[in-house]
Every structure is written in C-alpha cells, then in structure tokens.
C-alpha cells in the first residue's frame, strides 16, 4: 500500500516484526517516480534491511557506512536499531544524495551524515570516513562493469578496519556473472547467509511484495 505525498513522491512503509511478533519497526521510504537506479527500493534492499534487523542487537553503537544507498532502506532500518549510520551514493549523483537525505528526514533522523562516494575513487570523503564495524551494499552488483569498482572500495574500507565486514545482498541476473575472481584479487573472501536463517526466504517482506521470485543471495565480505 502506497501513500501519495505529492505528484511526485511516493511513501512506501516496511513493516519489521521479529519471529514471535513482539518487536516492531516501521520506516517509510520516499520513492521518486521516475526510472533511475538510484529512486527507489530495490529487492535486495528488503533482504539486506531484513538481515540487519535481525541482527540489530549486535549493532546497537556500531558505525555503519551505507554504499550505492539510493532511497536507503537498509541503512535507514541500522539507524533506527541505533546504530552510526553514514549514507552515501555517488558523488556524481546528486539526485540520489538528495534521495538518502529525503529518506532520513521522513524517518526522523536529522543527524544521519549523506556524503557522496564514488565506488573505485579514492577521494578525500572517502579517506576521512571515521572507524567502521559494517558496510552496508544492496545490489550494488547489478552492472558487471562496475563490479571491480566496488571491491576496491570494499577492500580499500576493509585495509582500514580489518575487522569489519561488507554485508551485501545480490540479485541474480546472469549466471555467466561472478565476483569470485575479483574477491580473490583484492584480498577478500565470502561467507554466504542463507535466506532462511533470517526469514527472509519469502515472496513477502516487511509488508512488501518486492522480493518476489528474484533469487536474492545474503553474503558477508571479509578480508582474505
Ligand atoms: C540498483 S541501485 C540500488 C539502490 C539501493 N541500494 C537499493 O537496493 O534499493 C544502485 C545504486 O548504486 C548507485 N551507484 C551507481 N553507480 C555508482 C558509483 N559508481 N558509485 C557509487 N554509487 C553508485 C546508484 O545511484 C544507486 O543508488
């Protein structure tokens, strides 16, 4: 169910519960009505905002650095579980920087910091980002010709704290793509999560239809 805002915008609530149903979260994602990639919620992004509520506890106080975020679920759903949340796009998409901060304020989170980070640049934003524990990517592998890009980063982030992880969610599109080669260039090995381990192997998430049919697969990046 869709709330319109103006002729422009729609609002799309997510509605999290945990397993016995004790728990919830509502957060509402302003979505422009218009093609691009960056304008609103992508399947991934419920898988990976569902992963991240599950585990919310473990991220209570914990800096989160959102990549490729668009309209920014995931990212949105860590900071209201309380964590330090930081979002970014590409600094060459101001429209989808303005997205995140439109996310937050509809969200009550003023303080949220939007910066733009361009996957593969090494740019002053992305040199003085503070200590991260979790890097947040959903479907930021959808263009097999930014893929390296996005490693670099990951690995680039990862150099800096060797005990963080890159959580990402990955819709298959092509079964001729993989990252496993580049993983193996820039130092970087994969867990894969299981859909059911967190109840997200569902048509239905969060009160939304998106994830469908599409196969969808949780993974957790570390270093080598
Ligand atoms: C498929 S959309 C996914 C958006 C959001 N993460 C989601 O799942 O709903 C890809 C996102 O990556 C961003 N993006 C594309 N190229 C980028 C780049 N070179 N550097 C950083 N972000 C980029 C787009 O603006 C867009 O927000």
Redo the contacts with the bound molecule.
């Keep these: 169910m869709s709330k319109s805002v103006n002729p422009c915008f729609v609002r799309k609530p997510f509605t999290f519960k945990n397993h016995d149903g004790t728990q919830t979260l509502i957060v509402s994602i302003p979505e422009v009505l218009d093609p691009?990639?960056?304008?609103?919620?992508?399947?991934?992004?419920v898988v990976?905002a569902q992963y991240v509520w599950t585990t919310r506890e473990n991220l209570q106080k914990k800096t989160v650095l959102?990549?490729?975020?668009?309209?920014?679920?995931?990212g949105i759903v860590a900071a209201k579980c309380g964590s330090q949340v930081i979002l970014?796009?590409?600094?060459?998409?101001p429209l989808?920087l303005r997205?995140c901060k439109r996310s937050c304020e509809v969200n009550n989170l003023p303080s949220v910091p939007v910066v733009g980070?361009?996957?593969?640049?090494v740019s002053p934003e992305l040199i003085s980002l503070p200590a991260l524990d979790v890097i947040l990517?959903?479907?930021?592998f959808?263009?097999p010709q930014?893929f390296e890009?996005?490693l670099v980063?990951v690995s680039f982030l990862l150099k800096r704290n060797p005990n963080g992880q890159f959580w990402t969610?990955y819709q298959e599109r092509s079964t001729d793509w993989s990252i496993e080669a580049l993983l193996h260039k820039w130092d970087l090995q994969c867990t894969n999560i299981p859909l059911d381990t967190f109840h997200a192997n569902k048509s239905h998430l969060a009160g939304s239809t998106l994830p469908g049919n599409h196969t969808i697969q949780m993974m957790i990046v570390t270093r080598g």
């Design positions: 691009q990639y960056g304008m609103y919620v992508w399947p991934c992004a990976l959102e990549l490729g975020a668009g309209v920014s679920l995931p970014s796009d590409s600094a060459e998409l989808c997205n980070l361009t996957w593969g640049e990517g959903s479907d930021v959808y263009e930014d890009d996005v980063t969610t």
